[in-house]
């Protein structure tokens, strides 16, 4: 299993996402302002991800700070900077919140308890992806062809993944003979990173333009879309990688189920639709270089908006950890949560 993310005795390491398929190289981060970057650059990404890294980089301050005059605040600061470092996917200041409420005091102890707390999401994420693929492949019936959008595996997560951990399941179970693969413009995280995993693990797949999707609906080729997410709302509204939504619209005409693939972190019940997500705007040179070779004229102007919302009318079921809500997602949702105790 690819390791995205790689714990030592006095660092953490982040495989940088941004030369695969090329190059598989680390970064070491020993201070949380490394961490920041590598989140903020999409060396690390991904929703669960860079909730595991925002962690290990608390970690990696605390231990850098123990014992400096003003550590504790110079603490609190990293922490801000770590939990504000992207504002769509919901995990990151979520886990950082939750921690961070619960710490105790200085020193040591807080040291050995946020290396405890990032092991434990850790584990927590890995084990969370085994239960939503078993949930997911259960509602693809055999040889199905499925579309898929971004990157949702074992670099977006820990493990299997949420929607390429559902298709990683559902193959081995005889579900799937096909794979197509979105190449997801305008960073690729499609055809670098998804094609990437699947070439590793042998399943069917063939790589598209993002544009291919549409046509291919049309000549009866795809039988379910299969997408992430970054931010669930109470509603069922989700934010995912941008193009995601033209995918549920075209799916929703061709008459193809739309199925969203999160852990029960990725829902943010204080959202009653949305519209409310905040979503990240990046910069404009994404768009207009592909691996600093230009694609367009120097100064063009460029709206790049790195997610966009699909409302859940257009969701045919958001498969979480703990089971699939489906039709009511209000309801749904909601109860999912109150099973877990996070109602
Ligand atoms: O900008 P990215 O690459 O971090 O976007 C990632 C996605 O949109 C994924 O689909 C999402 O995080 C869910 S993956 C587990």
Known sequence: MIEPIRPTADAVEILDQRALPERMRYIRCTRADMVVDAIQSLAVRGAPAIAVAGLYGLWVEALALAGHTNGTDELEAAKDRIRNARPTAVNLAWAVDKVWATRPGEGSALVRYLRREADALYQEE????????????????????????????????????????????????????????????????????????????????????????????????????LVGADRIAANGDTANKIGTYGLAVLAHFHHIPFYVVAPLSTIDRTLSSGNAIPIEERAAHEVREIRGQAIAPRDMPVFNPAFDVTPSSLISAIVTDTGVAQGDFETGIAKLLEQEGKG
């Open 126 to 225: 890995s084990l969370r992806n085994e239960r939503m693929a078993q949930f997911g492949a259960a509602l693809l019936p055999p040889s199905s062809r499925v579309l898929t959008h971004c990157n949702t595996g074992s670099l977006a997560t820990i493990g299997l993944g949420t929607a390429l951990g559902v298709i990683r399941q559902a193959y081995a179970d005889g579900r799937i003979d096909q794979v197509w693969v979105d190449e997801t413009r305008p960073l690729l995280q499609g055809s670098r990173l998804t094609a990437w995993e699947l070439v590793q693990d042998g399943i069917p797949a063939t790589l598209i333009t993002d544009s291919m999707a549409a046509s291919l609906m049309a000549q009866g080729k795809v039988d379910a879309v």
